[in-house]
């Protein structure tokens, strides 16, 4: 047996939206949004057209009947490698709008929930498969009062159990999207479940019409490519991020190098005329200490042929006679 890729827009909306999804749904929904509480008691699915795979952005609509009377709109869609966030913002925020006609005056706005599963990581270093996002005050995280707008995201990478692990109906139907189209046969632990029993029926490659058949292998080749572009980016990127690293890295070594040479040369420059001026000093302290020294033994000289000639001087004359030099 072959089964379908629910992760194609195609084969997502064949298994949970098609006239023959109702109790497939119910079960999955409440996996995935309830824990697998009978949350949900029924659904009303809003038909969709078989889409080509350039026009595969609507989600899959379905209103919904909870325990205690109350009525919501639940959409559901599996996001494509190029669709973000913000896409489900506009999608959620576009389906709760149009629930005002124009001119109704006391319209009745369902609240609205939106199920966006994805095969990629949204929010990394989060460990939750399943995130679910309301309003909320900022600071002190109580409710709005009309909370009635919710997103609860599935990030299938972080599912990692195999079929022995498989504990709840959560678990199961999680298995299910991410495996289902490498398994060639029904599984024991998901066949005792009547809604997968039926899930896996819908999913069966041989049940598909040509067309059918068609559109799902566009939309497989469309994804195909929407992945080789994608890897082909990541590793351009890496390419070109090495080579702005080398760049940038020589530009910053040689820098580096003219500041760590500057400091060294001012270092050494400072160094070396520190030394030149300690021998400049030197020599000339020694000429004037010579020059001194000669002055020195000149006015000693004087001085005694003067005592010699005219006999002891007074001090007055005697601090005269150094000006003579000058």
Not at 62 to 68: C, D, E, F, R, V
Not at 163 to 189: R, S
Not at 201 to 222: G, K, P, S, V, Y
Request: glycine share 8%.
């Amino acid at each position: 047996m072959n089964f379908i890729d629910p992760k194609t827009d195609f084969a997502f909306k064949r298994i949970f939206g098609s006239s023959e999804s109702q109790e497939i749904l119910l079960s999955f929904i409440n996996a995935l949004l309830y824990e697998g509480n009978s949350v949900v008691e029924s659904l009303e699915i809003r038909p969709f057209t078989q889409e080509t795979p350039v026009h595969q952005d609507k989600p899959l609509v379905t209103k919904a009947q909870l325990k205690g009377g109350e009525t919501c709109l639940i959409e559901m869609q599996f996001l494509n490698l190029f669709q973000s966030g913000k896409w489900v913002l506009y999608n959620a925020a576009k389906n709760y709008a149009l629930q005002v006609n124009k001119g109704e005056r006391n319209p009745e706005i369902k609240p609205l929930m939106t199920l966006s599963l994805v095969d990629s990581l949204m929010f990394g270093e989060e460990t939750n498969i399943i995130s679910r996002f309301a309003l909320k005050e900022v600071d002190q995280l109580f409710d709005y009062p009309y909370n009635e707008f919710g997103l609860v995201f599935v990030e299938l990478p972080k599912f990692k159990k195999d079929l022995t692990e498989l504990e709840t109906l959560t678990d199961k139907w999680l298995y299910f999207i991410k495996n289902v189209a490498q398994l060639d046969d029904i599984p024991e632990p998901l066949g005792t479940v009547p809604e997968l029993q039926k899930a896996f029926e819908l999913a069966d490659e041989n049940n598909l019409t040509r067309e059918e058949f068609d559109i799902l292998q566009q939309q497989l080749f469309l994804l195909a490519d929407q992945r080789r572009f994608i890897t082909s980016g990541k590793e351009e990127g890496v390419r070109q991020g090495i080579e702005q690293g080398r760049e940038q890295g020589i530009r910053e070594g040689i820098q580096q190098g003219i500041n760590q040479g500057r400091q060294q040369g001012l270092e050494q420059g400072r160094q070396q005329g520190l030394q030149a001026g300690i021998e400049q000093g030197r020599e000339q302290g020694i000429q004037e200490g010579r020059e001194e020294g000669m002055q020195s033994g000149q006015l000693a000289l004087i001085l005694r042929l003067l005592r010699r000639r005219f006999g002891k001087l007074d001090k007055k004359t005697q601090n005269k006679i150094p000006c003579c030099f000058r």
